[in-house]
């Protein structure tokens, strides 16, 4: 299982709507978005990805939902899970 490492991004990078569950690290079609280069690398939300993103996959991108995970060093009595972003596809 992979993780997403530091700070998960607040904001889609696009539309600048709330992350809550889901976003996407991934690439943008050649070609401007919203003032950002095409081409670049960028975290999205799901509805961006699917407007501008090149797709899921080693080159293009990948997917991450928040997710419950064991804790490895949680509190006695915590139920011993803790949130994470977790890499679902990609
Ligand atoms: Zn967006």
Same mark, same amino acid.
């Given at each position: 299982?992979?993780? *997403?490492? =530091?700070?998960? $991004?607040?904001?889609?990078?696009?539309? %600048?709507?709330?992350? /809550?569950?889901?976003?996407?690290?991934? &690439?943008?079609? /050649? =070609?401007? @978005? &919203?003032?950002? $280069?095409?081409? %670049?690398?960028?975290?999205?939300?799901?509805?961006? +990805?699917?407007? +501008?993103?090149?797709?899921?996959?080693?080159?293009?991108?990948?997917?991450?939902?928040?997710?419950? @995970? $064991?804790?490895?060093?949680? $509190?006695?009595?915590?139920?011993?899970?803790?949130?994470? *972003? @977790?890499?679902?596809?990609?």
């Amino acid at each position: 299982m992979q993780m *997403w490492m =530091g700070a998960a $991004p607040r904001l889609c990078d696009l539309c %600048r709507k709330r992350i /809550t569950n889901a976003f996407v690290d991934g &690439r943008t079609y /050649t =070609g401007s @978005v &919203r003032g950002l $280069p095409g081409g %670049r690398w960028t975290c999205m939300c799901l509805g961006c +990805h699917a407007k +501008h993103g090149t797709g899921l996959g080693q080159a293009n991108g990948q997917q991450y939902e928040r997710r419950e @995970v $064991p804790a490895e060093n949680g $509190p006695q009595g915590s139920g011993g899970v803790r949130l994470a *972003w @977790v890499k679902v596809q990609g």
